[in-house]
């Protein structure tokens, strides 16, 4: 026998030393993923007891268990990134964020431990046993697992090559927090992007922060389903749930590092809130100070959040309405209170920073005069002076006919369903419990106000940006108020059509078809190349998914460190290496048109003079130069006549990558006199 297993041990060991299943680069793309979701677990549970501790005082016990195990995780996020800001604006380094990370996991052990036996025993209640809920329950799982998989893989999407990510590396690069140059963008609220930064600190691997927030984005999907189900019963949790993960946009964001799921998060974590404060005793103002604390991270979260933040108050107010003029006042001054206290932190660091507490916005500030105040506000660019005007009365109809992820002015797929079960609320009204009918209306109204306020902003505002993004904290109310819709279909009569039972075979089917979408995108997203066991695993897949992009910052990184090199038409910089070239990204995309209004007489001569003081190359993105001669209406024929001037009077090409014999990139050096 003992022959036997030595034969065996023998012929494996030959066998596989040969037909290798596990190669070193296969081993460093799994151990650094297994790494990155440990760091990410790190902070998602020690921001848990944060959280559980912080809500000591409030008695959660008429919650749901996933309820409050997300509220502790999303209260605790949000403190956690105000401790990483504060350590971070003396040092942002390895030891200054891990010695906080465990300074808070000692001070909150006994809540940590707490949370974590929760959480273990809630998921130990596995799937629905039987039946539809448990058919959402499987699509929610195999959803979950696809953009799991794609949350490991290196950041590739536009807006963390630009800043979400681009700002944490410069801050970590400089070993603290401070007002950088030449990205406006990181003057915008960065809680989010602050954990993102902590996070960097800790691992060094940009591939991390992607598994951070897919664990917002799980926050939200237990705090709607949680809420639902406590309402309307499990079918209604799990309901709301696939209505969420079957937006493509909303799971796609769990994939990539942005900003988006915690506000979702942070906006229904408030509604759950606002329910206890009206449902207590007296009111009990510490749940009040709960929403407005929920209201205030979501807004530090990014500026566009202002909308969810004036939706709550606006309840406030509604709920208070019978209360009388005193009461009213005090509720209103305890929400806006704690909701500011909260926002105030990133107000006053972009006042120190850049002279303006709303930079980038409407004062100058920084780097943003008034010549660029213009170009990024873009006046009378809202949908009222175009010819899509006739959108405005119909956005939402609009915004899920034509949305699309990335591409259009909504610029997201949010799926059909919202659309559909949320009007079919009124049709079962008055067959719902009176506490899923509040539900409901505080669910309605908290989306009414923020789709109102888009629909006026995009209408009649500047900046020109309507995308569906910059409210997707609207879906997790109507995903509530959707799943209680469709749950109440079972209350009609069945006779002469079953409506409740069309819906939810439609709905199971387009889930389908959303699990197909999901598989294909993972399949294309160049996984095979990153986790396929060869040596340029991590090249192969930014050469897959950036293309030229990314051979123009191998390019930047191959010149001497410390060469200056500006860039032109590109705002991404993320792959540029901090202790390589010293990178001026144009993050507002007007490099061109500012000097032509702003240095000297505008003239090819007087801009060249001024430039090769500051830059020792330009990187162009010649694609985005054209995307903008054609469209961009700010620009006049004499600008381009005088950039065609400047490149060929001044300008030697280094290097250029080219696709069917345009140019996509060129980097150019000054041409000697």
């Known amino acids: 026998m003992i022959g036997a297993v030595v034969w065996m041990a023998l012929v494996l060991g030959l066998y596989y030393w040969v037909h290798k299943p596990l190669t070193p680069a296969l081993a460093a793309a799994l151990g650094g993923a297994l790494f990155d979701l440990a760091i990410a677990a790190g902070f998602a549970v020690v921001a848990a007891g944060l959280g559980r501790r912080l809500l000591l005082p409030l008695d959660m016990s008429a919650l749901s268990v996933a309820e409050r195990l997300a509220l502790d995780g999303m209260i605790g996020l949000g403190a956690l990134s105000l401790l990483i800001m504060a350590a971070g604006a003396l040092a942002l380094n390895v030891l200054s964020v891990g010695g906080l990370l465990i300074v808070v ?85 960065q809680l989010v992007d602050t954990l ?117 108050g606006a309840l406030v107010l509604w709920l208070s309405r019978r209360d009388g003029p005193r009461a009213l006042l005090i509720h209103a001054a305890i929400y806006g209170g704690v909701a500011s206290a909260l926002v105030l932190p990133w107000l006053a660091r972009n006042a120190a920073w850049y002279d303006n507490p709303v930079y980038p916005f409407f004062f100058d500030g920084g780097e943003i005069d008034a010549i660029r105040q213009d170009w990024y506000a873009q006046p009378r660019s809202g949908l009222i002076y175009s010819s899509d005007a006739w959108q405005i009365p119909v956005m939402p109809l609009v915004a899920t006919i034509l949305g699309a992820e990335d591409r259009g002015s909504y610029a997201i797929d949010t799926g059909p369903w919202f659309l559909i079960l949320a009007p079919l609320i009124a049709l079962v009204w008055r067959r719902l419990s009176p506490d899923e009918r509040g539900a409901a209306g505080r669910a309605l109204l908290v989306a009414g106000v923020i789709l109102i306020a888009w629909i006026v902003s995009s209408a009649f505002g500047s900046y020109g940006n309507r995308q569906t993004r910059l409210i997707l904290y609207v879906f997790p109310p109507l995903a509530v108020v959707s799943a209680l819709a469709l749950e109440g279909m079972r209350r009609l009569p069945e006779k002469p059509l079953n409506l409740g039972f069309v819906l939810r075979a439609m709905l199971t089917i387009t889930l389908a078809l959303s699990v197909i979408t999901a598989a294909s995108q993972t399949l294309g997203s160049g996984l095979e190349r990153y986790y396929g066991g060869e040596d340029d695993y991590r090249d192969a897949f930014l050469d897959h998914t950036l293309g030229w992009h990314i051979e123009a910052m191998r390019q930047v990184n191959a010149l001497p460190p410390g060469t200056r090199v500006r860039f032109l038409w590109e705002p991404r910089s993320l792959y540029c290496a901090p202790d390589g070239a010293a990178c001026v990204p144009d993050s507002l995309m007007d490099g061109w048109y500012y000097a032509r209004r702003a240095v000297g007489d505008g003239s090819p001569g007087a801009i060249a003079a001024a430039w090769q003081r500051e830059a020792d190359r330009l990187l162009v993105y010649d694609f985005g130069a054209r995307f903008e001669r054609d469209d961009n209406t700010l620009y006049t024929p004499a600008d381009w006549a005088a950039w065609d001037a400047f490149v060929a009077e001044h300008l030697v090409a280094e290097w250029q990558g080219a696709k069917d014999g345009e140019a996509i990139y060129t980097l150019y050096r000054w041409r000697s006199p």
């Open 105 to 189: 996991a000692l001070l909150t052990r006994r809540e940590l431990g707490e949370w974590l036996r929760e959480m273990r025993g809630w998921l130990r209640g596995g799937l629905p046993g039987s039946g539809w809920a448990r058919a959402l329950a499987w699509i929610a799982v195999v959803l979950l697992a696809l953009a799991l998989v794609l949350a490991t893989l290196p950041p590739t999407r536009w807006d963390t090559l630009t800043y979400h990510l681009a700002g944490p590396q410069q801050y970590v690069a400089e070993g603290r927090f401070f007002g950088t140059p030449h990205n406006h963008f990181l003057g915008f609220p």
């Open 196 to 312: 993102y930064a902590g996070q960097l600190a800790i691992s060094g691997r940009l591939s991390g922060a992607g598994l951070l927030h897919f664990w917002m984005g799980a926050l939200a999907l237990m705090i709607t389903g949680g809420s639902a189900a406590r309402v309307g019963g499990r079918v209604a949790g799990w309901i709301a749930v696939s209505l969420l993960l079957g937006a493509f946009s909303v799971w796609h964001e769990m994939s990539f590092a942005y900003a988006d799921l915690l506000p979702m998060a942070l906006g229904m974590g408030a509604l759950v809130a606002v329910e206890r404060w009206h449902a207590s005793e007296r009111r009990d103002g510490r749940w009040l100070a709960l929403v407005g604390a929920l209201g205030g991270l979501a807004m530090g979260c990014k500026y566009t959040a202002i909308w969810l933040g004036v939706a709550l």
